[in-house]
């Protein structure tokens, strides 16, 4: 009797180990602390990546977010860690579990939030500006035009000798803009490819001194409009227009020649879309992740209704588009396709390629 009394009481003794509360503590203890951690993290990466005020409100927001997230897991983890009587090791190892998905969520909430900055870049352009201004009564001329959307785009013409010529409408990369563009051209002189052809370039929104924010549908809006204003131009064959794209530009390119009757289309390291520019640098946007992608540039979707000859130059070697996208929008225009394949240069030298001008040049000749 003694025995059972005793054994008895030593199923009465608390087991060794964190008494039940104080399992929910440590939970607690440990998302606090990594929510403080991402936040910093989190905020410290917008200001070091971007370096521009103007995203202030967004590092706030994804801070805020992060912030939010762990505090709701960590109210959570506190809730069945003194619910459930867990253990401090059983509570440290659900921490390490929530703290991972809290890092997953909140690095594609990061990458959703910033996708933008990473891809549009408004370069400083003040003395390209002076450049072509010093220039202008020449053949030089700043373009500023409001279109029926009443927005108004700015840019540089490079004009052709003759009373009226044929025109080459040109959308640059992620970090070009008008006057920079005119600007190494002439440096370079390479004027001369071009020869007998007027030569425009309008800045997207948000780029140079045009007012806004930039995006896909608006750079496919202002690319319309660019058109529509090239075209009303006395000294410009409204017959006679090439459209040509960089880059970030080929997006636009591509959907104008889809929905105006442009005569050439001239596209240098193109891609499908845009989540392949995505995929090139994290590759998991596949499936449902694609719709973290903000700017889709779907020009996969707009090169069957393409009917112009079509120049295409892409390198095997562009470490920012993907050759396969290349090869893949390629493939999808109906007509016949000139693809010039570089081996070696990389995204920010494709023009530099042996022979690229000469082929633009043989191209334009093709249509003038």
Known sequence: MDKMNVKCTAQN??????????GGRIFFRFQLNMAVYAGI??????????????FIAAAVGVTAFILLLNLVLCCLGRFIGNKYSISGRAARSCS??????????????????????????????????????????????????TAENGKTYNGVMFR?????????????GNAEVSFLHVQMRSLLGQWGYFAGFNYLVIDYEGYGI??????????????????DFAVTLPYVDSERIVVKGFSLGTGAAVYLAANRPVAGLILAAPFAAGHDLYNNVLPIFRGPLRRLVNQRFPSYEHAPNVLCPV???????DEIIPFSSSERLAGLFPGDVDFMIL???????IFQGSG?????????????
């Not at 003794?13 to 039940?20: E, I, K, M, S």
């Not at 993290?41 to 103007?54: D, E, P, R």
């Open 13 to 22: 003794v608390p087991l060794r180990g964190t008494p039940p509360l104080r």
């Open 41 to 54: 993290i989190g905020i410290s990466a917008l200001f070091i990546w971007t370096g521009v005020s103007y």
């Open 96 to 145: 390490v579990l929530f703290s991972v998905l809290t890092i997953i969520i909140s690095l594609l909430g990061l990458i959703y939030v910033m996708q933008d900055a990473m891809i549009f870049i408004n370069v400083p352009y003040r003395e390209a500006r002076e450049f072509i201004q010093g220039m202008q009564g020449v053949r030089y001329i700043e373009v500023s035009f």
């Open 160 to 172: 052709a000798y003759d009373e009226k010529a044929p025109l080459v409408i040109y959308f640059g």
């Open 210 to 227: 045009n007012e806004g924010r930039t995006n896909y549908r608006n750079i496919y809006e202002g690319a319309l409009a660019v058109f």
């Open 311 to 317: 120049l295409v130059i892409a390198s095997r070697n």
């Open 343 to 349: 081996d070696n240069e990389r995204h920010n030298f």
């Open 356 to 368: 690229v001008f000469n082929r633009v040049q043989s191209f334009l000749e093709g249509i003038r």
